[in-house]
């Protein structure tokens, strides 16, 4: 199975908007995007790159552990972002309407998946 299908997979939870494999340099490396949002979610999770990069060496420099899972929330969206190696992580972006549970459950079972595939 490929990015683009573990990808579909994850987007099939309720509220799911775009899922993604990015580096933690903010290129994207595969998308899916099954629903219509007016926001520029490619733009925003390079954006939430920066900020997941921004974690994870405070988290590393203050002796914390490794970053697991970073979730960002808003009025209109619902960010969850969960490290795949050290160059790469997976996202997935619903609204807030959306099952956060499962979505984040999603990630911590298909994240596993795609570092075989790197």
């Known amino acids: 199975m490929g990015f683009r299908e573990h990808l579909d997979e994850v987007c099939k939870v309720d509220g799911a908007v775009a ?30 790159s920066g900020i997941m990069g921004q974690v994870r060496t405070a988290a590393e420099g203050m002796q914390a552990g490794e970053l697991s899972e970073l979730s960002i929330g808003t009025d ?6 969960r490290p795949i190696n050290s160059e790469y992580f997976l996202i997935l972006a619903m609204t807030p309407e959306g099952n956060q549970g499962k979505g984040r459950f999603l990630l911590r079972v298909t994240a596993p998946k795609l570092k075989e595939e790197l």
Do not use: K, Q, W
């Open 19 to 48: 899922a993604s494999v990015m580096g933690f340099d903010g290129i994207a490396i595969d998308t899916v995007t099954p629903a219509e949002t007016l926001l520029d979610i490619e733009s925003l999770m390079v954006e939430y």
């Open 76 to 81: 209109r969206l619902t960010a969850h972002l």
